[in-house]
């Protein structure tokens, strides 16, 4: 379900010719996430199979599983593979990132806000840089598992957006100011568990996490907004419109 929030995947079927395309969407990516879950499992399970048994040392950190199993187990040319595609992944993926980023705050906002940027381009490259650094300081400083760090980013796209998009483009009944109200829930939901968590004042329980609590207060917020403005419905967007009726 928080696949559909996520926003350097979404935002990528703008470029689709055909609205009717959409309809390969969930298959494509549940057989993409099935694909890499396993892959994920797989190696956990391998890496922990190969240290009991003595054939590779133990491990300084969980995230040098993938590579130690890489350079130590597999065919070299296997390894070579797998190291360029996740290089290419990571490229790939930090640079929708960033670019949405910098577009939100030097685009977005601004216009959500009644004003625009004087010189976008200019100030889209200086914002870049500026979030490419915060990026690395918090990735360096938090002392997190990489994995972890994804599940925080990944779940924090999943508590805001999943709402306003998995259920928005397809209920009718939804208003703006239930969008509004279930994104900035999320936002703040996650920002607050997160950080109380990191900074232990309370553990959650086996198998909670903080955005899973975000995105259930988020629909409920969604909901009940709805319900509460459904005087200010306004009309629905022809493209909107058609998107709903796929």
């Given at each position: ?198 900074l232990k004042m309370f553990t959650f ?42």
């Amino acid at each position: 379900m928080g696949s559909l929030g996520q926003p350097q995947a979404v935002h990528k079927y703008y470029m689709l010719r055909d609205p009717l395309q959409l309809k390969w969407y969930p298959l494509l990516k549940t057989v993409g996430l099935v694909l890499v879950l396993l892959l994920y499992f797989g190696v956990g399970i391998g890496v922990k199979a190969f240290i009991a048994g003595g054939k590779l040392p133990p491990l300084g950190s969980p995230d040098q599983a993938t590579p130690t199993l890489l350079l130590n187990v597999t065919p070299i040319v296997l390894a070579a593979l797998v190291f360029s595609g996740i290089a290419a992944a990571t490229m790939s993926a930090a640079n929708s990132f960033i670019n949405i980023g910098a577009a939100i705050v030097t685009h977005d906002l601004p216009i959500a806000f009644g004003r625009r940027v004087a010189n976008e381009l200019w100030w889209g490259r200086a914002i870049t840089v500026l979030i490419a650094i915060a990026a690395a300081i918090t990735a360096q400083r938090s002392g997190a598992m990489v994995a972890f760090l994804g599940i925080f980013g990944w779940g924090l796209f999943a508590s805001t957006l999943v709402p306003a998009l998995a259920v928005g483009l397809n209920w009718q009944g939804a208003t703006t100011s239930a969008a509004i109200s279930s994104i900035a829930t999320g936002l703040i939901v996650t920002l607050a568990l997160e950080t109380a968590s990191y900074l232990k004042m309370f553990t959650f329980p086996a198998g909670v996490t903080a955005s899973a609590v975000a995105m259930v207060a988020s629909f409920l917020v969604f909901f009940v907004v709805s319900w509460a403005s459904r005087s200010d419905r306004q009309p629905i967007a022809d493209d909107v419109k058609l998107v709903m009726e796929l």
